[in-house]
């Protein structure tokens, strides 16, 4: 019996798109005649229909005649498989932006934010430490003060390094990452010239020290001006 005009399009009643394969197809139609079958509990006239539609796509010449047949339909068809890649899309995007926000977070709060306190426990007091040497550096008890100041620096900054090493940067974050990386180099580069002024009292060593801590302080500053553009 020829199916009557007001028959719904095969692509839509086998839920394809226009352009499905073959393979697609019959796959589409043995999945839903196996939901659909009325041994199953299925519905008798959706078999029917599934049988129509298969009738017609299953064969390359009718599924070719129908083409040329419904331009339209085929063509909104293809626009709506179309459609539906393009949510699939922007659906994956949206979730691979949101785990991409989850991991920089979790790498700011786990990773930069303690390193940021280390840092600034060692580059702060720094002046105060300076001053109170300048007094008499050759003062044995004001001297064991500032060396005892960076050993605890030394400390702090090997706390650091390992906490730059526990967790890599997700790829958003990698010039940040390295900005905070150069940050801690430079800070233990002044703690080495600074040891070494102690042990020789070469003035150089510590114009040199107080002017790396003096631009790691203000490397530090453009960090967290970064940190607050991430805005998250």
């Not at 991409?100 to 720094?126: C, H, S």
């Not at 040199?208 to 203000?218: H, N, P, T, Y």
Request: glycine fraction near 4%.
């Amino acid at each position: 019996m020829p199916r009557s005009s007001s028959a719904r399009d095969p692509y839509q009643v086998l839920g394809v798109a226009a352009s499905a394969s073959g393979a697609e197809i019959k796959a589409a139609y043995r999945a839903l005649v196996k939901q659909h079958h009325p041994d199953a509990g299925g519905d008798e006239h959706r078999i029917l229909e599934l049988n129509a539609a298969w009738e017609v796509l299953g064969d390359a010449e009718r599924r070719a005649a129908h083409d040329r047949a419904h331009p339209l339909t085929t063509a909104g068809s293809a626009r709506s498989a179309r459609s539906a890649a393009a949510g699939r899309a922007a659906r994956k995007a949206t979730a691979q932006a949101a785990r991409g926000d989850a991991e920089l977070l979790a790498w700011l709060q786990t990773v930069y934010a303690p390193i940021d306190r280390l840092l600034a426990q060692v580059i702060n007091p720094f002046p105060a430490q300076l001053r109170a040497l300048s007094a008499d550096p050759y003062d044995d008890q004001l001297m064991e003060s500032f060396c005892t100041f960076l050993e605890q620096s030394q400390a702090k900054l090997e706390k650091v390094d390992a906490l730059y090493r526990s967790m890599a940067a997700p790829a958003s974050a990698q010039g940040f990452s390295l900005s905070v990386y150069h940050c801690l180099s430079q800070v233990q580069d002044a703690l080495t010239e600074l040891e070494r002024y102690t042990m020789g009292y070469v003035d150089s060593y510590l114009r040199d020290g107080r002017e790396m801590l003096r631009e790691a302080k203000q490397r530090r500053t453009r960090l967290q001006e970064e940190r607050r553009r991430l805005e998250i």
